[in-house]
T-cell receptor, first 115, second 110 residues
């Protein structure tokens, strides 16, 4: 089966600019996650979708970050305006179901550099 | 905030040796998963252990879970150069997603 697809793979922007990331999960996976991974750290969950509804966005900086999952399939994550501390790899993952008993499948990530 | 921490942060061993890394977590969990991340790539699932399990094996991997100490360990036996990667544990409650630690960076020297 095809894996989780993400684009772009790399993005360099200046602070205060906006940026958007796209994710296409594995077909049939109901749950989609966006993680932020800062260099040298583990992934930090930003938002979790179950189909097209938000399950957990408690760690999403809502003043600048937004995400949507259209028709319960593809998802986009947007940052506006970007700050220097947003430099990180943004990982998308999907799973068959919701919860810690399900294996998550990760995409290759988008490496964002904010200058 | 991070749920827990992996220990050690970095580990370098010779090919063929065994590698052991540990993970601690803070709150009660239902499941704990271990993932591997090669440089510049996404995470790859290795093994899942449930809170009512104490040990689980998969090929050269052995995972233990001690819920009384809120800790888990991952043992990789007969290490290979291809095992060079960062290893993360992720833990969570029943309906929760996973919370990951900072990871252990493992280097296998040929």
């Amino acid at each position: 089966e095809a894996g989780v697809a993400q684009s772009p793979r790399y993005k360099i922007i200046e602070k205060r600019q906006s940026v958007a990331f796209w994710c296409n999960p594995i077909s049939g996976h109901a749950t989609l996650y966006w993680y932020q991974q800062i260099l040298g750290q583990g992934p930090k969950l930003l938002i979790q979708f179950q189909n097209n509804g938000v399950v957990d966005d408690s760690q999403l900086p809502k003043d600048r970050f937004s995400a949507e999952r259209l028709k319960g399939v593809d998802s986009t994550l947007k940052i506006q305006p970007a700050k220097l501390e947003d430099s990180a790899v943004y990982l998308c993952a999907s799973s068959w179901g919701q919860g810690s008993s399900y294996e998550q499948y990760f995409g290759p990530g988008t490496r964002l550099t904010v200058t | 905030s991070q749920q827990g921490e992996e220990d050690p942060q970095a580990l370098s061993i010779q090919e063929g040796e065994n590698a052991t890394m540990n993970c601690s977590y803070k709150t009660s969990i239902n499941n704990l998963q271990w993932y591997r991340q090669n440089s510049g790539r996404g995470l790859v699932h290795l093994i899942l252990i449930r809170s009512n399990e104490r040990e689980k094996h998969s090929g050269r991997l052995r995972v233990t879970l001690d819920t009384s100490k809120k800790s888990s360990s991952l043992l990789i036996t007969a290490s290979r150069a291809a095992d060079t990667a960062s290893y993360f544990c992720g833990s969570g409650g029943g309906a929760d997603g996973l919370t990951f630690g900072k990871g252990t960076h493992l280097i296998i020297q040929p």
